[in-house]
C-alpha cells in the first residue's frame, strides 16, 4: 500500500514573515498523534474509541442546521468551520486535561528529521486528531541577540485513508503564516444554539489557561447580566492561551471555536447546542477500498510550518538578550 503522503507548501500573507517565501525545512518539531475513531461498516460511520468515548469528549460536538447532533467522529457531510471547532475543542480538552495532571496518552509522537519530515508508520484505517506543542527554534541575530522564534501549530481531523480524494493515499497541504507579538487582550464569548433561553442555565463559568501551566491563569461567569462575554487583559507573555468551559451543562453539547482577530487579539466563541433526536435514518456511507493493513501518514514540514488539513501556523519571534 502507497504510504499518505501529506505535503505542505510555506505560503505567508504579511511582511513580518517574508523570508517564509523561502521554505526550508525545520528538524526536531514533535508531533503527537491521537486515534480519535474507528469505521464501523454496519453503522456506516466512525464511532468513539476509549478515551474518547467517554466524558468529557461525549459532550464534544454542536448540531447542524436541522439540529441533528455532530460528535466528535462525526466528519462525514460535516462544513470546514465544524471540522475545524471539532478538532479546536478536542485538542483544548486534551490540553486542558494533560495540564491539570490527567492527561492522555498520544497514539503515536514522532519529531521531524533533517528534511523536515514528520513520519507515522503502521497506522490503520480510522479518524485521528494531529496536535503539536509550540516548537522553537534558537539562534543569534546580527547584532548578538539571542532571538527565539516560536511555531504555533493548530490541530487538525484526518480521515485515514482520505475519503474525498481520487488519490486517497497521497494528500497535498497548503500553510499559511502570520507574526504575532503575544495575543492580549482575549475575548471570550458563550453562545446558545437550538434550546430553550427560558430552560437553559442562568450562568455559566469558563477558564483561561496558558500552555505549559498546570492551572487556570484567569476565570469568569458569564450570563445575560454581562450579555455571555468576557475580556481578559494584561495576560502574561505567551503565545499560545486557550479557553474551555468548566463543566457543560446536561444536554448540552460544546464546540469552541478560536479566531485570531489581528496579532494582538483573539476572540473564542464558546457554543452550546442542544441535539434532537434524528427523525430519519442515517444513510451508511462506506469508505473507498485499499489493500493492505498498515497505513503511512507522513507530514513534510517546509517554511519552519506544519500542516494536516488546513492548519494554521502562528509565528512569534521575541529577541532576548
Known amino acids: 500500500m502507497s504510504p499518505v503522503s501529506l505535503m505542505l507548501i510555506g505560503t505567508s500573507n504579511t511582511s513580518a514573515v517574508e523570508e517564509l517565501c523561502t521554505p526550508e525545512p525545520i528538524e526536531g518539531a514533535q508531533f503527537n498523534l491521537y486515534k480519535i475513531g474507528e469505521w464501523d461498516g454496519s453503522q456506516g460511520k466512525y464511532v468513539p474509541v476509549a478515551p474518547f468515548d467517554k466524558a468529557p469528549f461525549d459532550q464534544i460536538g454542536g448540531t447542524d442546521d436541522g439540529g441533528s447532533a455532530i460528535g466528535i467522529v462525526d466528519i462525514m457531510g460535516a462544513g470546514a468551520d465544524q471540522l475545524r471547532q471539532l478538532s479546536t475543542t478536542l485538542s483544548f480538552t486534551i490540553k486542558q486535561l494533560g495540564q491539570s495532571g490527567k492527561g492522555i496518552e498520544p497514539a503515536a509522537q514522532t519529531m521531524t528529521n533533517a528534511e523536515g519530515v514528520a513520519r507515522f508508520d503502521g497506522l490503520v484505517r480510522g479518524l485521528y486528531l494531529v496536535d503539536a506543542p509550540i516548537h522553537q527554534i534558537q539562534s543569534t541575530t546580527a547584532q548578538g541577540k539571542t532571538q527565539i522564534d516560536e511555531y504555533v501549530i493548530s490541530s487538525s481531523l484526518v480521515a485515514l485513508p482520505n475519503v474525498n480524494s481520487d488519490l486517497p493515499m497521497d494528500v497535498a497541504i497548503t500553510a499559511k503564516a502570520t507574526h504575532s507579538k ?140
Open 182 to 321: 503575544g495575543i492580549d487582550p482575549i475575548h471570550v464569548e458563550k453562545v446558545w444554539k437550538n434550546d430553550d433561553p427560558a430552560t437553559r442555565p442562568k450562568s455559566i463559568k469558563v477558564s483561561l489557561w496558558m500552555e505549559g501551566e498546570d492551572t487556570p491563569i484567569g476565570s469568569a461567569e458569564l450570563s445575560a447580566e454581562n450579555d455571555w462575554k468576557h475580556v481578559w487583559d494584561n495576560l502574561p507573555v505567551s503565545n499560545r492561551y486557550f479557553v474551555v468551559e468548566d463543566d457543560v451543562p446536561d444536554g448540552y453539547h460544546v464546540f469552541i471555536d478560536e479566531d485570531i482577530l489581528n496579532p494582538e487579539t483573539a476572540d473564542f466563541t464558546i457554543t452550546n447546542s442542544k441535539p434532537q433526536q434524528p427523525v430519519t435514518p442515517v444513510t451508511p456511507q462506506k469508505p473507498p477500498a485499499q489493500t493492505g493493513a498498515d497505513i503511512a501518514l507522513v507530514v513534510v514540514i517546509a517554511g519552519a510550518a506544519f500542516v494536516l488539513g488546513t492548519l494554521l501556523i502562528v509565528k512569534a519571534r521575541r529577541a532576548e538578550g
